[in-house]
């Protein structure tokens, strides 16, 4: 068993190091955003910048739906009914896209990534409180994984509500035009991040049991 908070803080850290290579899909989205914001800005005007930036999250936001839409529907499998999972599916990915398709304010675009990460730990949060980890059995179904779930299920609440904490961070802190490469490189550090956690609740949960 670790045996002050300092031991979690290195393990956490030195998981960083020797990363694998990255899905280079995880990219896409930023550079459809990286991309397609300037040409918008240059084809629409300087009068027209919000527009721009609200187009071009839209096709960003998007790809990133399309490239995760068959993974969020197996999750949804775990806890409902075949018609019920596509349902959800579809509300869940075509509502933001829908309010940003009516909308030219980046504020919006900005807030919609925050509303996600509350969304995703509202689901870990009730789970915690009712005892459960189905949530996090979907994302993590391996049998070697499931005696990790319950702490893993508090984990994504901590996850979530600390990148809610950064997004906001950052609309309060930067202009929109730099919170875009900020989003666009989001996925990547969430990844390594979340990387991370799981590697360090599963050693925790190793060196409790010994």
């Given at each position: 068993?670790?045996?002050?908070?300092?031991?979690?803080?290195?393990?956490?850290?030195?998981?960083?190091?020797?990363?694998?290579?990255?899905?280079r899909s995880?990219?896409?989205?930023g550079?459809v955003?990286?991309?397609g914001?300037?040409?918008l800005?240059v084809?629409?005007?300087?009068?027209?910048?919000?527009?721009?930036?609200?187009?071009?999250?839209?096709a960003?936001l998007?790809?990133r739906?399309?490239?995760?839409?068959?993974g969020?529907?197996?999750r949804?499998l775990?806890?409902?009914?075949?018609?019920?999972?596509?349902?959800?599916a579809?509300?869940?990915a075509?509502?933001?896209?829908?309010?940003?398709?009516?909308?030219?304010?980046?504020?919006?675009c900005?807030r919609m990534?925050?509303m996600f990460?509350?969304?995703?730990?509202?689901?870990f949060l009730?789970d915690?409180?009712?005892?459960?980890s189905?949530?996090?059995?979907?994302?993590?179904?391996?049998?070697?994984?499931?005696?990790?779930?319950p702490?893993?299920?508090?984990?994504?609440?901590?996850?979530?509500?600390?990148f809610l904490?950064?997004?906001e961070?950052?609309?309060?802190?930067?202009?929109?035009?730099q919170?875009?490469?900020?989003?666009?490189?989001?996925?990547?550090i969430?990844h390594?991040?979340?990387?991370a956690?799981?590697l360090?609740?599963?050693?925790?949960d190793?060196?409790?049991?010994v």
């Open positions: 068993m670790y045996r002050s908070p300092l031991d979690l803080v290195r393990i956490f850290l030195s998981l960083f190091q020797d990363l694998p290579p990255m899905s995880l990219y896409l989205p550079a955003l990286l991309i914001y300037p040409l800005s084809l629409l005007g300087p009068d027209h910048n919000g527009q721009a930036f609200a187009t071009a999250f839209l960003a998007a790809v739906i399309g490239m995760g839409f068959e969020m529907v197996r949804m775990t806890r409902y009914s075949a018609t019920q999972s596509v349902v959800f579809l509300i869940f075509c509502a933001p896209l829908a309010v940003l398709a009516m909308v030219d304010d980046p504020l919006w900005q990534q925050s990460y509350v969304v995703i730990a509202g689901v009730q915690v409180l009712n005892g459960r189905t949530t996090a059995a979907s994302f993590w179904p391996d049998e070697e994984m499931r005696a990790h779930l702490n893993l299920t508090k984990m994504m609440v901590v996850y979530n509500f600390t904490l950064l997004n961070t950052m609309i309060r802190l930067v202009e929109p035009s919170w875009l490469l900020f989003w666009a490189v989001l996925p990547v969430g390594m991040v979340l990387r956690m799981v360090t609740v599963i050693n925790l190793d060196g409790q049991a």
